[in-house]
C-alpha cells in the first residue's frame, strides 16, 4: 500500500513538477466528530498515509505548495480540532505541509459567523500554514433562503479570507449549477443551488455582492 500511494503521487505531480502551484494531497480523511475515516488507506496503514503521500509530493514537485483539504471545518467544531491536531502533528515531525484548503460548502442562512471562522483559521495560520477556500459554494437548499441572503453569506465568508495575510484564493465549487453533479440531485440528496450563474449563465445577486466587495477593497487600497 506504501508503494501504491508513493507510485501515484509521484506520477502525478512529477508530469506536472513546475506547473502546479499547488496541491491538494490529501483531501476529505476525517468524519464529522473528528475520528478518521475508515478508507483503504487507513484501514493499511493508520493514519500514516498522510505523511507518506504529503513526502512522496515534496520529493516530486519540491516548488509547489502541499495542501489538506477538508469540508465542514471552517468553524471550530470537532472536525476542525481533528485537523488542527493533524496538521500540527505534521508540522512539529517536519513533514512538508504548507496549507489547509477549507472546502467553503455551506448552507444559508449560515450558522458560522466570521469571527468564528477567522478565530477557527488564525489557529491553523499560528503554525506558519496558508490557507484558501477551495471548493466555496453557499447553498440554498430546497429554498432554504433568499438569493439576498446568500450573497450576504458569500460575502462573510470572503471578508475572512481577504483580512487574513495566510488566506491565498477563493475557488469556486463550479461555474453553473448545470455541471454540479451534487446541485443537480443525481446522488439522491436535495437540490441546491451555490453557484455565482444561473443555467443560461445570468451571474446571480451574489456574484455582483462579491464583485461590489473585492472592487471596493481593491479600489480602496484596504487589503490589510
Known amino acids: ?9 509521484s506520477t502525478v505531480a512529477a508530469h506536472y513538477r513546475g506547473r502546479v502551484y499547488a496541491w491538494n494531497v490529501v ?9 478518521w475515516r475508515n478508507n483503504i ?45 493533524l496538521a500540527q ?3 512539529n515531525n517536519g513533514v512538508p505541509l504548507d496549507g489547509i484548503g477549507f472546502e467553503g460548502h455551506i448552507m444559508t442562512p449560515i450558522t458560522q459567523s466570521t469571527a468564528g471562522i477567522m478565530g477557527n483559521t488564525r489557529r491553523f495560520e499560528s503554525l ?9 459554494g453557499v447553498r440554498i437548499v430546497n429554498g432554504s433562503a433568499s438569493p439576498g441572503r446568500q450573497g ?14 495566510r ?20 446522488w439522491g440528496g436535495p ?6 450563474f444561473d443555467a443560461s449563465y445570468t451571474p446571480v445577486m451574489a456574484y455582483n455582492i462579491i464583485a461590489n466587495y473585492i472592487s471596493k477593497v481593491t479600489v480602496d487600497g484596504n487589503y490589510i
Open 1 to 9: 500500500m506504501i508503494s501504491i500511494i508513493q507510485d501515484y503521487v
Open 191 to 196: 437540490q441546491w443551488t451555490e453557484t455565482l
Open 128 to 136: 506558519d500554514l496558508d490557507w484558501a477556500y477551495t471548493q466555496i
Open 152 to 165: 450576504e453569506d458569500y460575502h462573510a465568508m470572503l471578508v475572512s479570507c481577504m483580512t487574513s495575510h
Open 41 to 85: 488507506f487507513y484501514t493499511y496503514l493508520g493514519p500514516d498515509f498522510v505523511e507518506i503521500a504529503l513526502v512522496a509530493a515534496r520529493a516530486a514537485d519540491p516548488n509547489a505548495k502541499l495542501y489538506i483539504e477538508e469540508y465542514g471545518a471552517e468553524d471550530t467544531n470537532a472536525k476542525s480540532d481533528a485537523l488542527f491536531y
Open 167 to 186: 488566506c491565498v484564493g477563493v475557488l469556486s465549487s463550479g461555474i453553473t449549477d448545470l455541471t454540479n453533479i451534487e446541485g443537480m440531485g443525481i
Open 27 to 35: 483531501s476529505e480523511v476525517l468524519n464529522d466528530n473528528g475520528s
Open 89 to 91: 502533528n505534521l508540522k
